[in-house]
């Protein structure tokens, strides 16, 4: 196992997209290790993706059992080819990322997803999604697709943490 | 690198341009720009900046004179220490709404401030008309008690009518 050094803004190399993993081998799996290794060693990181380390496979690492108030969740997931396939709904939560150092803010996500997967050795993963746990997942294929949280940071003068109340 | 920091304050009748003039001063000048706050409260636009460079209050004073001048801004300076890349990630959030009335702000923040919460962000507007005007304030910070301890302290406000409502925020990192 080894730590891998992430990737931070400016690095152009964050914008790449991401190719879908077409072997589901043990070099996949080493792989998976030294990302999850990484994503535990990084400040309280929830979730991390593989191109955050400079390998552009779609491949994301989560864990939303960790949170400080529970949320609804699947526990520890790798996420292979992750694709979300529904949405529904949207709310405004707060969002950091290790590649963007001392810097969080307020982005607008579905607050339902549900997502085709597969697992390190290619089984398929089907997910129904909500609240912190379906965020998560938007944030990491984002990475994906060369996208990063801060292209999406909305006004924190636009009041849309009210919206719910009149869903 | 170890230039001073100063915290300048400038304050005028809201017209388009002045950022664009502002900034534009500063960087001629060869000042560094920190953390910022613009924004327009009523008629008037607010800027609060963190600069660093230009020399003591006095020379950046004298330097910034011009524009302050031609934007029609008035200009306060306070040296400070920086703090930069020390962000705190606030934890809690209060909204609050009801009929203006005198009392709203200083009522709720006597009520956080007992209970420990330090206040990172706070903003409030006021809405509606001018007959029956509205009060939102939406307040971001670092609470030491546990939410609905927060939550029992502000419940008496509700009996007077106000909104208030308490949530955490919980950061997604990843």
């Known amino acids: 196992m080894a730590l891998l050094e992430i990737l931070t803004l400016p690095d152009a190399r964050l914008k790449q997209v991401s190719e879908p993993v077409t072997q589901f081998d043990d070099t996949l799996r080493a792989f998976v290790a030294d990302l999850e290794e990484t994503r535990r060693s990084g400040p309280a990181a929830v979730g991390i993706a593989a191109p955050q380390v400079g390998h552009f496979i779609r491949v994301v690492i989560i864990d939303c059992s960790v949170t400080r108030k529970p949320v609804p969740n699947h526990g520890h997931l790798i996420l292979v080819n992750p694709e979300i396939t529904h949405w529904e709904g949207y709310e405004a939560g707060r969002e950091g990322c290790l590649s963007v150092p001392d810097y969080t803010g307020n982005v607008i996500r579905a607050t339902r997803i549900r997502l085709m997967a597969k697992d390190p050795h290619g089984e398929l993963l089907e997910l129904d999604m909500e609240g912190y746990e379906a965020r998560a997942a938007q944030h990491e294929i984002d990475h994906l697709d060369g996208m990063l949280f801060v292209d999406r940071v909305v006004s924190r003068r636009t009041d849309l943490f009210q919206r719910k109340v009149y869903q | ?174």
């Open chain 2, 1 to 174: 690198m170890n230039d001073p920091w100063h915290m300048l304050t400038l304050i005028g009748e809201d017209k388009p341009g002045i950022v664009a003039a502002v900034t534009q001063a500063l960087f001629e000048l060869g000042l560094n720009l920190g953390e910022t706050s613009m924004l327009r409260l009523g008629g008037n636009f607010t800027i609060m900046m963190m600069v660093s460079g230009g020399g003591d209050e006095q020379a950046l004073r004298a330097r910034l004179e011009p524009v302050v001048e031609t934007q029609g801004l008035s200009l306060h300076v306070d040296p400070i220490r920086a703090h930069l890349h020390e962000h705190v990630v606030p934890t809690v959030r209060v909204t609050v709404r009801g009929a203006d009335r005198a009392g709203i702000v200083a009522q709720v923040s006597a009520v956080l401030a007992e209970a420990g919460f330090n206040i990172l962000d706070l903003e409030s507007d006021v809405a509606g008309t001018e007959q029956q005007p509205v009060y939102i304030m939406q307040i971001a910070g670092v609470a030491s008690v546990p939410v609905d301890e927060i939550e029992r302290a502000l419940a008496p406000l509700r009996e007077e009518g106000v909104e208030v409502s308490v949530s955490t925020i919980e950061t997604y990192i990843g």
